[in-house]
C-alpha cells in the first residue's frame, strides 16, 4: 500500500525541530529511525501531514556515564546500544535487551528513543527502562521534563507525551553489583515476543533486591510487583521458583492468535525463574 501524500522537513537542531512540529500541528511527527513510523504509513493507519526528520541531531546520540547512572540520548541505535561499554552491571540489561532486537538491519537503523516514543507494548526495550526505574526526557515547546518510567507508557501505543514533544533521552541508575538478564519467547526469530520478561537482581547470600518488567503481559509494560515481593530475603531455589509462581497475581492478560491469557500467564512464569537463574548467577536453576 502507498501511503498518503505528506511534506517532509529535515531539521537541524533541536529548537528547529521543535519549531517545525509546532507549526506542522497535530498532524506532524518526528522521523528517527522510522522502524515503528513507516510501516504504520505504509498500512495507512498513520497519516502525518508532516514528517520532520531528526535524524542529523548528533546531540541526541551517544551513552555516557552521568554520576550514579548513565544517559543515552534519544538517537543512539540498538546496534549502538549493544556494543556500549558504558552499560555495566544492572544497567547492562539495557545492551543485553538490544542484542537481540530484530535484525541486523533494524539494530542499524532502529534507535531507543523511537522505541520508547512509540509505546508499543510488545516492544522490549520498555520493559528493561520499567524493570530499571529508568526516567525519560521529553522536550517540547514549553521546555524539557523528565518523566518516570512508571508513569511513560499508559496506554497501548500511548505514551505521556503532548503533540509536538520528542524524547531526547533516557536516564538509568547505574545498579552496581547488579545482574541482569531478558528472556523472551517467540514463534519465530525476529518476531515481537509473546512474552518477555526482564528482570535485574542483587545477589548478596540471597536474593537482597529484585526489580522485573514484563513484555506484552497487558496494554503497557508492567512490573511484576508480587514476585518481587515474594523474592526478598530468598536464596533456595524451592524458595525462588515459588516466588515466581506469583504472576499468575497480575490481571488477565490479553489474549490473541499467538496466545491464550492462561498460555501467556505460564511463559512468563517459565521466563522469570529463567531470567531470574541467569541474572543471579545461578546457571543450574535455569530449566528447574
Known amino acids: 500500500m502507498i501511503p498518503a501524500s505528506f511534506e517532509y522537513e529535515r531539521a537541524g537542531s533541536l529548537d528547529e525541530a521543535l519549531s517545525l512540529l509546532a507549526q506542522g500541528g ?11 513510523l513507516l510501516p504504520l504509513m505504509r498500512l495507512r493507519l498513520a497519516r502525518p501531514t508532516l514528517l520532520v526528520d531528526i535524524g542529523g541531531l548528533d546531540e541526541l546520540r551517544g551513552v555516557h556515564a552521568d554520576g550514579d547512572g548513565v544517559s543515552i540520548g ?13 552499560l555495566t552491571g544492572g544497567c547492562g540489561l539495557v545492551a543485553q535487551v538490544a542484542e537481540g532486537i530484530g535484525d541486523p538491519q533494524v539494530r542499524h537503523r532502529g534507535t531507543i528513543g523511537g522505541s520508547v516514543a512509540h509505546a508499543d507494548p510488545a516492544s522490549d526495550l520498555p520493559a528493561a527502562l520499567l524493570a530499571l526505574d529508568a526516567e525519560i526526557s521529553v522536550a517540547g515547546s514549553g521546555g524539557t521534563r523528565w518523566v518516570a518510567a512508571a508513569d511513560f507508557f499508559v496506554g497501548p501505543f500511548m505514551p505521556a507525551m503532548d503533540s509536538g514533544e520528542i524524547v531526547t533521552g533516557i536516564r538509568v541508575p547505574r545498579k552496581d553489583g547488579w545482574g541482569s538478564a531478558y528472556h523472551k519467547f517467540q514463534r519465530r526469530a525476529q518476531d515481537w515476543a509473546i512474552v518477555g520478561v526482564a528482570a535485574v537482581v542483587h545477589w548478596s547470600d540471597g536474593i537482597a533486591g529484585a526489580a522485573i518488567g514484563l513484555t506484552n503481559m497487558g496494554g503497557t509494560p508492567l512490573r511484576a510487583h508480587a514476585v518481587e515481593a515474594a523474592l526478598a530475603g530468598t536464596s533456595e531455589k524451592a524458595e525462588i521458583l515459588a516466588a515466581a509462581s506469583k504472576v499468575s497475581e497480575l490481571e488477565t492478560p490479553p489474549a490473541d492468535e499467538n496466545a491464550s491469557s492462561e498460555f501467556r500467564l505460564h511463559l512468563a512464569e517459565v521466563l522469570i525463574r529463567r531470567a531470574l537463574a541467569e541474572a543471579a548467577g545461578c546457571p543450574g536453576m535455569q530449566r528447574g
Open 26 to 36: 497535530g498532524d506532524a511527527r518526528p522521523l528517527a529511525g522510522g522502524h515503528s
Open 74 to 86: 534519544a538517537l543512539t541505535t540498538h546496534h549502538e546500544l549493544a556494543g556500549a561499554s558504558e
